[in-house]
Nanobody
Framework: QLQLVESGGGLVQPGGSLRLSCAASGFTLDYYAIGWFRQAPGKEREGVSCISSRGGSTYYAGSVKGRFTISKDNAKNTVYLQMNSLKPEDTGVYYC????????????????????WGQGTQVTVSS
């Protein structure tokens, strides 16, 4: 059974950093693209960053480009999201999700194309 579990969320001051982890079980990340999505209160879920199955291509939303870095350790079956220079507008529930099986360059970071989702982890950026 395909399962994704997020961790690493918490409360951080503006300008701080957090690293989120998404641990996969029941399938191998070698054949799945993984995305990080977030949902702020009263807003739709949006794509933050996505990475292809082999890690060769990535996507970042304009609002996080230069501050967030997505990476993938297929040996550990885990995807990370390093978040630096956090802002209050980064607050929300962060979800990881899988699209696959698929091999090749990343073609989408759209919520509708990711079928399997974790339960989410709360990130709050506040002073």
């Amino acid at each position: 059974q395909l399962q994704l579990v997020e961790s690493g969320g918490g409360l951080v001051q503006p300008g701080g950093s957090l690293r989120l982890s998404c641990a996969a079980s029941g399938f191998t990340l070698d054949y799945y693209a993984i995305g990080w999505f977030r949902q702020a209160p009263g807003k739709e879920r949006e794509g933050v960053s996505c990475i292809s199955s082999r890690g060769g291509s990535t996507y970042y939303a304009g609002s996080v480009k230069g501050r967030f870095t997505i990476s993938k350790d297929n040996a550990k079956n885990t995807v990370y999201l390093q978040m630096n220079s956090l802002k209050p507008e980064d607050t929300g529930v962060y979800y990881c999700a899988a699209d696959g099986p698929v091999i090749g360059v990343l073609t989408t970071c759209n919520t509708a194309d990711f079928a399997s989702w974790g339960q989410g982890t709360q990130v709050t950026v506040s002073s």
